[in-house]
């Protein structure tokens, strides 16, 4: 089955700086990578996501990368704010979101201000 | 759009009595709903995938026997912790497919005295 590594498990950065976290996976059948903010207590919520067919995708102050041949994708929030604080889910599935999503481990970002 | 609840928020148990937590899909049907648990400062492990009007599929290491799973219908799906025990104090959370996304529930919050 899908393997998901991120890195790395915590992140800490200065207000304004860029926050980068990456993920790869292990099925080349896997196309469709969402991102999630999960706030302590409360529900994932999706941030962004990216198919297969593009290469990067970007919203506002989140980007996101993916290099299928390397199986890695990653997240880049740039100009943080201390509201960015959360932790943060890659995933990875196949089908788009058909089928089951394959979780990372998490990213425990805080940014300071 | 597309919204998630899940009900109770959070349960108090004694060991040996069975829980039902609900998942709705308030404004969508969702053929497809899944079920996670996610310990503290853990990521979310799937643990079903339940089907509309046919058998749940369990992840490995999953007792369906336990984990009773039910989708009786296109927006409620429901999850029966069985004779629980300590060791199932846990948050589990739902999500449901939508157009392409998979959206979550609030989660519940289960201990298991």
């Known amino acids: 089955g899908e393997n998901v590594e991120q890195h790395p498990s915590t992140l800490s950065v200065q207000e304004g700086d860029s926050a980068v976290i990456k993920c790869t996976y292990s099925?080349?059948?896997?196309?469709?990578f969402p991102w999630y903010k999960q706030e302590l207590g409360k529900r994932p919520q999706l941030i962004i996501d990216?198919?297969?067919?593009?290469g990067e995708k970007k919203d506002q102050r989140i980007a996101v990368t993916l290099n299928k041949t390397a199986k890695h994708f990653s997240l880049h929030i740039t100009e943080t704010q201390p509201e960015d604080s959360a932790v943060y889910f890659c995933?990875?599935?196949?089908?788009?979101?058909?089928?089951?999503?394959?979780f990372g481990g998490g990213t425990r970002l805080m940014v300071k201000p | 759009g597309a919204v998630v609840s899940q009900h109770p928020s959070r349960v108090i148990c004694k060991s040996g009595t069975s829980v039902k937590i609900e998942c709705r899909s308030l404004?969508?049907?969702?053929?497809?709903m899944f079920w996670y648990r996610q310990f503290p400062k853990q990521s979310l492990m799937l643990m079903a995938t339940?089907?509309?009007?046919?058998?749940?599929?369990?992840e490995q290491g999953v007792e369906k026997d336990k984990f009773l799973i039910n989708h009786a219908s296109l927006t409620l799906s429901t999850l029966t912790v069985t004779s629980a025990h300590p060791e199932d104090s846990s948050f589990y959370i739902c999500?449901?497919?939508?157009?392409?996304?998979?959206?979550f529930g609030p989660g519940t919050r289960l201990l298991v005295l």
């Open positions: 999500s449901a497919r939508h157009q392409e996304t998979q959206y």
């Open positions: 099925d080349s059948a896997s196309n469709y």
């Open positions: 990216i198919r297969s067919n593009v």
């Open positions: 995933a990875a599935s196949p089908n788009n979101a058909g089928n089951m999503l394959t």
């Open positions: 404004d969508f049907q969702a053929t497809t």
């Open positions: 339940s089907n509309e009007g046919s058998k749940a599929t369990y």
